[in-house]
Nanobody, 119 residues
Framework: QVQLVESGGGLAQAGGSLRLSCVAS????????MGWYRQAPGKQRELVAT???????NYADSAKGRFTISRDNAKNTVYLQMSSLKPEDTDVYYC?????????????WGQGTQVTVSS
């Protein structure tokens, strides 16, 4: 079973930067996609960025040009470098793991890390 542990959240000023990390453990050495999603209270969880183990990355429009997703397959770790932060980036950020061969459509989620951006 896959477990995900996020770190790197915290408080930043508008225009500043944060770097989130997510380490996956368990049965993870197969083709997969990892990514970051965010969720505000009472709102639907939404995509920020994803990256496959082959290196294909996708970004939400709000993240393009400001955020960069990357991964280290040897360490089973995905990163989200966030720059030019805005107050509207304030949310709980969740790490996601999904096997490419996923007949049961099972997703794995971390517990989330809080990102707060002040003016």
């Amino acid at each position: 079973q896959v477990q995900l542990v996020e770190s790197g959240g915290g408080l930043a000023q508008a225009g500043g930067s944060l770097r989130l990390s997510c380490v996956a453990s368990g049965i993870v050495n197969s083709p997969n996609t990892m990514g970051w999603y965010r969720q505000a209270p009472g709102k639907q969880r939404e995509l920020v960025a994803t990256i496959s183990s082959a290196g294909r990355a996708n970004y939400a429009d709000s993240a393009k040009g400001r955020f960069t997703i990357s991964r280290d397959n040897a360490k089973n770790t995905v990163y989200l470098q966030m720059s030019s932060l805005k107050p509207e980036d304030t949310d709980v950020y969740y790490c996601k793991f999904e096997l490419s061969a996923n007949p049961w459509r099972t997703d794995y989620w971390g517990q989330g890390t809080q990102v707060t951006v002040s003016s």
